[in-house]
């Protein structure tokens, strides 16, 4: 009998859903400069030691956060890690937007996943899924599914906005790892089917920014939060800053 655990969680975390994108021309009238809080202009917070949202096996770690101190919480970070016995395993970091009213600076990036079938004396069919950012290597493997996925925008310290930033109100992630895997019995074979698919955009690089931008009495304001993520799953916050209003 065939044994399908995983098989939806695992497609449905690798495709792009509904992302929806706008531009907009961040405000002139103030200087913004990511990771400088030495003017009057800016609210800002730094946490030491850091915020840290991290996932046990099997488990799933949330924190809500209200970047801009008006009592409304702006943005949920989560940490997962779901294993079953059935052969999921898999590492997720992202943050989601906890209202309309708030968006974050993305960037485009595009993925290919990969499918390698490997087939052992017509009795054993192994097939393997993988993507662009694995070291996996399949001499014969086919090219399935090319996307373009969206990523919270890397900023370092210094780096200022400009018009052609893209800003997004939807569900994010900043690095994943699936190794999944799961295996079945039919008609004398044995098929076997498992996933090696990363996406380390944002993966142990150290601490970055992400920008996001929120809408008051009709009017735009800016801030940051300094992140780091590591192992595929924690999230650690450094500092929060935001434009006063």
Known sequence: MKNFTGKLFIFSAFLLIGIQCSKDTPNPNQEFIIGQCDNNSLSYQTYNPPIEILSDPHGYVNQEIDVNNDGENDFNLISEHPISPGGINSKRALIEPLHSQIEIAIIEKPDTLHKCTVIYGDTIFVYTYYNSDTLYQCPEADSINIINKNWPQIFQYGDELNTNIVWSNDVLEFASNDETSYS????????????????????????????????????????????SIFDYKGIKIHEIAYQKY
């Open 184 to 227: 079945w019995f039919e008609n004398g074979i044995i098929y076997n089917t498992s996933y090696k698919i990363k996406h380390c955009f944002w993966n142990n690089i150290g601490e970055k920014f992400i920008v996001f931008m929120f809408r008051k009495n009709e009017k735009y304001y800016y801030g940051w939060m300094k992140l």
